[in-house]
Each structure stands twice: as C-alpha cells, then as structure tokens.
C-alpha cells in the first residue's frame, strides 16, 4: 500500500543544463511532486487516468489487485495455521486454507514485481533514448522500485514456503472413517458380549 504514495521515478541531474538545479521532482502512481529548498515539497495529482503511460496505468490496477490478494491471502493463511483453535479438528480444512493463502500471497508479489520490473524498464529505455533533446528530463530509479522489488520477493518467497509447508505435511485421514471404525468395534464388542454363554 505505501508502493502508491513513493517515488517510482525521480529527476536525473542534467550536467548540460544550469536552470532547475534548486528543484528535484519525482512521478508516482498517483501524484507528482517538486521538491524546492526555499518552498519545501508541492505535490498535484494526476489530472487523467488515460493521460499516464500505459505501464503507469496497468502498475495501478496491479498494484491494487495486489493488495487485495495480498490481505485475501494473509487472512487465509492465517485462519489455517495450526495455533488457532478455530476449527482445529478440521486438519484437511486447515492444510487447504494454508495452500490458497500461499496461492494468494505468491501472485499478490508477482503482481507486485511485473509494474515495478516494467516501468524500471522503460526508465532506462527513456535514459539512454538519444533521440530525446538535451533539455528533457530524465529520469531515474525512484524509492518505490527498490522496495518493490523487496517486498515481491518477499511475497513470492513467503507464499512458496506455505505453499511447500502444507504439501509436505502428510494429510490426516478422514474423520468419518474413525466414526465408522469406531461403530463397528462397538458393534462386534456388543455381539461379543451377548454370544458369550453365562457360567
């Protein structure tokens, strides 16, 4: 969630050129900021939604699927760890709650390396473009990349390991075979008992 409030690009600094030094701006999903040392940091939202580029516009329906499987996935996994007493004689319930929570997590962190990875992408492509003027902007990796790429991992790799932690674990047989077993002891018992001859 805090991916749509951080830099993901920032201004390069132009050798070439002597005007804006006392600014730096940076781009986000959903604003861009100028930061000055006299005025301090002016943020506007974006005006349009079909205005941005398209790795903007798809990095925000990612970003916000992202965080609504990522929750979806930590309330699964959650409901399935073995510490809660809730439904703790469903062992099979449990294990399948844990295996759709890792399923949950491990595409909420794809969801999250596919924009940051894409638009790291055409930051460089627009870097090194000498087809652009001297006097556009470039610009650089922002904050909201690097911790993107961390946090995805992190996602991916959690939702691997619940993943593999649940499938490992052997499953517990059936309930309702121990009650039909138990039945039928009880009932061979009760037969027992009335066949034998009194002394």
């Known amino acids: 969630l805090w991916l ?7 201004s390069a600094p132009n050798l ?30 974006f005006d349009s939604f079909l205005a941005l580029p398209a790795e903007l516009q798809i990095s925000r329906i990612l ?4 965080n609504g499987l990522g929750l979806l996935g930590l309330l699964a996994s959650g409901s399935g760890l073995d510490c809660l007493r ?21 595409t909420s962190g794809v969801m999250v390396l ?12 627009e870097f090194w473009d000498e087809t652009l003027p001297e006097i556009v902007p470039r610009w650089e990796f922002g ?16 939702g691997c390991l619940l ?25 061979t018992y009760l037969e027992n008992r009335t066949t034998q001859p009194k002394v």
């Not at 050129?17 to 100028?34: A, D, F, H, I, R």
């Not at 319930?93 to 759709?100: A, F, M, S």
């Not at 047989?173 to 039928?184: I, K, M």
């Open 4 to 10: 749509r409030f951080l830099g993901w690009r920032v």
């Open 63 to 66: 970003m916000s699927l992202s």
């Open 86 to 106: 809730l439904g703790e004689t469903q062992k099979d319930l449990k294990r399948r709650l844990l295996i759709l929570g890792g399923l949950l997590l491990w």
């Open 163 to 187: 993943h593999c932690a649940a499938c490992s674990s052997p499953a517990p047989p059936a309930s309702g075979r121990y009650a039909v077993t138990g039945l039928q002891d009880h009932e």
């Open 143 to 158: 904050e909201a990349l690097f911790l993107g790429w961390f946090a995805g991992f992190c996602l991916v790799l959690g």
């Open 16 to 45: 070439n050129l002597e005007l804006n030094e006392m600014e730096n701006w940076t781009m986000g999903l959903w604003k861009s900021c100028v930061i000055q040392e006299e005025v301090g940091r002016q943020c506007k939202d």
């Open 114 to 125: 596919v924009p940051v990875s894409w638009v790291a992408h055409m930051t460089v492509e």
